[in-house]
């Protein structure tokens, strides 16, 4: 269960996003997943529809960092923005994850924003 108080992912989280939860070919059943990775692309519904606040998560598997990424569409029902989302940030998310079209996504994901490691 996750911190009353700070809000936290759970220690004991689910496996990362691997290609086989990427496919929609091979992924018939929705999981939860923990997916790791860079912000791309935002997007926001128009103000006459549904809000929707959207990002395009390049995931990265962490034991193999030198593998390329693949993309993961967050949705956050409901939400024309969401705190410290933009491009550019690094974000650790947890959701289930389900096929909507071609793209794998995670609607309303828990996230914690991952700060960048600064050397001195």
């Not at 650790?92 to 050397?119: M, Q, S, W």
Request: proline fraction near 8%.
């Amino acid at each position: 269960m996750a911190s009353v108080l700070t809000n936290t992912i759970p220690e004991v989280a689910p496996a990362h996003v691997g290609q086989a939860d990427l496919d929609a070919d091979r992924s018939a059943t929705r999981r939860k997943v923990r997916a790791t990775g860079a912000v791309v692309e935002v997007g926001i519904a128009p103000v006459h529809d549904t809000a929707e606040f959207s990002a395009l998560l390049i995931a990265q598997d962490p034991e193999c960092p030198s593998v390329e990424g693949k993309p993961v569409r967050l949705v956050w029902q409901g939400q024309r923005e969401v705190p410290g989302v933009a491009v550019g940030v690094y974000l650790d998310c947890v959701g289930l994850l389900c096929h909507r079209g071609p793209d794998a996504t995670i609607f309303n994901p828990r996230y914690e924003i991952v700060a960048k490691k600064v050397r001195r």
